[in-house]
DNA sequence: CAGCATCCGGTTTGATACTG
DNA sequence: CAGTATCAAACCGGATGCTG
């Protein structure tokens, strides 16, 4: 459990109430949430799949950041009754009004990569 | 010192290689870095006004986020030889080239705010 | 004024083993 | 299949004191 009334938290909670973009990024910016949006952007998933497609992720870390993400309400759990068990995630509404964003954020990072130009391969933004 | 070998580092330069997304916000996504941004994102600022205009930041952390967006090469820090002393920021022009990002960021964040509204009193953004 | 250096606790992340 | 539980390591951020 994390402590509502240490410093940093309360520091954090300063920054989201006074900028927007500390809000999105709030929401956007943990380790993996990048990988898990762009990835439910376009299609709904199942939690196997995006296991499978995020190279790296622990499961520990991929269902936190679903849950964040889902109290957050940017996407939904979709659980479907049945042996062997099956969930999907997607989008919800206003997971998709996010997208002009993430797009932005996209394109600027693509284009840093080109001007920077460090590592990364001809690899393709997924 | 950062280690560079941990699976934590190693699993970082793997989404943002991946990831236009995750390489935006690897350089957008520190705590204190959307505040300065904020600030810098109109107005050339000496360090002193930074440090006061933000309110809770330490100086280490302050020092910290300058000098990697400096290293990221999105703001400028220029030093004039006087006595007292006088550096000021400012954002080059690859810094000036992340506002179409930052607007949409921010325009999100304050969408988010007004639909969800949790806190937050009459604020605006910074 | 504009910073460094050091210490240190809290938070985040990852490895691994186990369950309905 | 889709998770949960627990542990340990890595990392972040804050407080404080000092320097050119």
New interface residues.
């Given amino acids: 459990m994390r402590k509502t009334t240490s410093t940093n938290a309360?520091?954090?909670?300063?920054?989201i109430?006074?900028?927007?973009?500390?809000?999105?990024?709030s929401?956007?910016?943990g380790?993996?949430k990048?990988?898990i949006?762009?990835r439910l952007k376009h299609n709904t998933m199942r939690y196997g799949e995006l296991k499978k497609s995020i190279?790296?992720?622990s499961e520990r870390m991929l269902v936190t950041q679903l849950r964040e993400l889902e109290e957050d309400?940017i996407i939904e759990r979709i659980v479907y009754p049945e042996v062997p068990p099956r969930v999907e995630y997607r989008l919800t509404d206003?997971g998709k009004?996010?997208n002009?964003?993430?797009?932005?954020?996209?394109?600027?990072?693509?284009?840093?990569?080109e001007?920077?130009g460090d590592?990364?391969p001809a690899?393709v933004?997924?």
């Fill in positions: 309360i520091n954090e909670k300063l920054i109430d006074g900028c927007g973009m500390a809000r999105a990024l929401i956007v910016g380790r993996w990048p990988a949006l762009c190279e790296g992720i309400q206003l009004t996010m002009p964003m993430l797009e932005a954020m996209s394109d600027w990072g693509n284009m840093h990569r001007k920077v590592k990364a690899s933004d997924i």
